[in-house]
């Protein structure tokens, strides 16, 4: 969905060296007047289709282009999502005998029961895949000097593959790329090289150096997402003219809540990350706004204008805007 709000003019500065006190000011600016309804809606694009998005990122208007991408640009890759009915992780993970589906990627169950992690690691480990169409045009807008960041929920790197750098990435819910003991005396690091030889010998990963579980650096359910994720959230989206979200049902906080007032392009199975006031109280988006009479939007159920192979899911996607 592209929902058009009132548009702040943008500095064309992306420096990361800006002084914090004008970051926190753009923010708290950006904050009150979203969540107080301050000005007035303001029409960015001269038609409302994928032409026209299109139009509107080649007018050298939109210089900061803000990605956040979910486990539906990876699926076409064979990679499942989580949450779809039959086909999603969560449905086919009988035979690990877990107490819930959720249970896999829970840090207190993992420290007791690390062998199912383990076992799907083997299953889905990064460099068995390849980047989708989706990855690669975040590579292109990367190419052109108008990505401003790509916030990402997945851990299988392919964004990586595809030619995106850390600094193009917010890995919200961590990494496969590096891991550490869990030991909060140790906390020692290891390569994807060093766990991809331990997870494909059917060892538990051990720390050689005390002896502890060694995870990789993907945020489980109990965990802390990586402080970064917060430092760069209040740089990035005061400055986004416009945000792309593919793939993803919005449904994990905080990662669902970043979603802001400015231009929106939403690119999913169904409607996504409606609009929740109390957020933006807590400093984060309010969320997509579908049906409010301040917002511009249209909607096309054309599995050609979806920027993922229509064999996606099983079924086309829908694209909103």
Not at 21 to 43: I, P, Q, V
Not at 66 to 78: D, L
Not at 212 to 223: A, H
Request: proline share 6%; glycine share 6%; with cysteine.
């Amino acid at each position: 969905m592209l929902v058009l709000f009132p548009m702040q003019e943008q500095s064309d500065d992306s420096s990361e060296d800006e002084a914090a006190g004008d970051t926190d000011m753009d923010f708290l600016r950006n904050l009150f007047s979203s969540a107080l309804g301050l000005g007035s809606a303001e029409k960015v694009l001269d038609e409302l289709t994928l032409d026209g998005v299109a139009r509107y990122i080649n007018s050298g208007k939109c210089k900061n282009i803000i990605c956040m991408v979910g486990a539906g640009i990876s699926t076409s890759a064979g990679i499942p999502d989580f949450r779809s009915p039959g086909t999603g992780l969560y449905a086919n993970l009988q035979k690990y005998n877990l107490p819930y589906p959720e249970a896999i990627f829970q840090i207190d169950y993992f420290k007791k029961h690390p062998e199912p992690f383990f076992a799907l690691a083997r299953e889905l480990y990064p460099g068995q895949f390849k980047p989708t169409i989706c990855h690669y045009f975040m590579k292109m807008l990367k190419d052109k000097g108008i990505l401003r960041r790509c916030y990402t929920q997945n851990i299988d790197t392919l964004e990586r593959v595809a030619g995106l750098e850390g600094d193009d990435l917010i890995e919200a819910h961590g990494t496969f790329y590096t891991s550490h003991c869990v030991s909060f005396c140790c906390r020692k690091e290891y390569s994807l090289e060093w766990m991809k030889e331990k997870i494909f010998s059917d060892d538990i990963p051990k720390c050689d150096k005390c002896s502890s579980l060694v995870k990789p650096d993907i945020v489980f359910f109990g965990e802390n997402l990586p402080a970064r994720f917060f430092t760069s959230m209040k740089m990035d989206f005061p400055r986004c003219d416009l945000l792309i979200v593919m793939g993803t049902s919005l449904q994990v906080q905080p990662f669902a809540s970043l979603v802001s007032s400015c231009p929106r392009l939403l690119i999913n199975m169904e409607k996504a990350g409606q609009v929740n006031p109390m957020m933006g109280l807590f400093g984060f988006g309010e969320g997509m706004d579908f049906d409010s009479d301040k917002a511009y939007s249209y909607f096309s159920n054309n599995e050609h204008t979806s920027c993922s192979p229509p064999f996606y899911n099983q079924r086309a996607p829908k694209t909103y805007l």
